[in-house]
């Protein structure tokens, strides 16, 4: 069964700190990985889309890392604001199909 | 260019009635994919058109159902609503599919079923 699991489940991190949001998965044969952040309230928002063939990818203060031999990515946050409180959302694309394979989500609070 | 809207925002239904929801994707997007979020189960993929056809289907029960039209706006119909029906419901549109594209999301529908 395609499963998608992030860790840790929920982040409480100092303003200016940074962080890293993991993201492990058996989705096989795999597409595309995403991360999307969700805030309270609202839909998700695309913050990067990877391959196969991409291991890195940078969407501002945010660094996504694709090991796709692991089946491992990471989401790291740089000098994390306010304002990134937040769900981030890890989803796998399998090959076959259409469908999508959701993580339940890393809900991170960033206080003062 | 706006974004994806979703109509209505707020919805308060009793057991056993059914629902439309509505969806317009960003202009010039042929796909739209709606999901269903809860806090117990996160994101769930109900089902995905594209060009007016259901294009793949999640696994949920055949109360929910859906369509597109050539406008490419789409509805989600439920019908029989039960109690673990309530969950905000989103769409997301893209320019060629859920799968491949960096997909859009409106910000949902709040269904509470009483």
């Known amino acids: 069964k395609n499963q998608v699991e992030q860790s840790p489940q929920s982040l409480i991190i100092l303003e200016g700190k940074n962080c890293t949001l993991q993201c492990n998965y058996t989705v096989s044969p795999f597409s595309n990985l995403r991360w999307y952040k969700q805030d309270t309230g609202r839909g998700p928002v695309s913050l990067t889309i990877?391959?196969?063939?991409?291991n890195t990818k940078s969407n501002g203060r945010y660094t996504a890392t694709l090991d796709a031999d692991t089946k491992q990515s990471s989401l790291h946050i740089t000098a994390s604001q306010l304002s990134d409180s937040a769900s981030y959302i890890c989803v796998v694309s399998g090959d076959s199909g259409y469908a999508l394979n959701f993580g339940k989500g890393t809900s991170l609070l960033v206080t003062p | 260019k706006a974004g994806v809207t979703q109509t209505p925002r707020y919805l308060i239904k009793t057991r056993g009635q059914q629902v439309t929801l509505s969806c317009s994707p960003i202009s010039g997007h042929r796909s739209v994919s709606w999901y269903q979020q809860t806090p117990g189960q996160g994101l769930q993929f109900l089902f995905e058109?594209?060009?007016?056809?259901?294009?793949n289907k999640g696994n949920f029960p055949g109360r929910f159902s859906g369509r597109q039209f050539s406008n490419s706006r789409s509805e989600m119909n439920v019908s029989t609503l039960e109690l673990g029906d309530s969950a905000l419901y989103l769409c997301a549109s893209s320019f060629q599919g859920a799968s491949t594209d960096t997909q859009y999301f409106g910000p949902g529908t709040r269904l509470t079923v009483l």
């Open positions: 058109y594209f060009s007016e056809t259901q294009r």
């Open positions: 990877m391959t196969f063939s991409e």
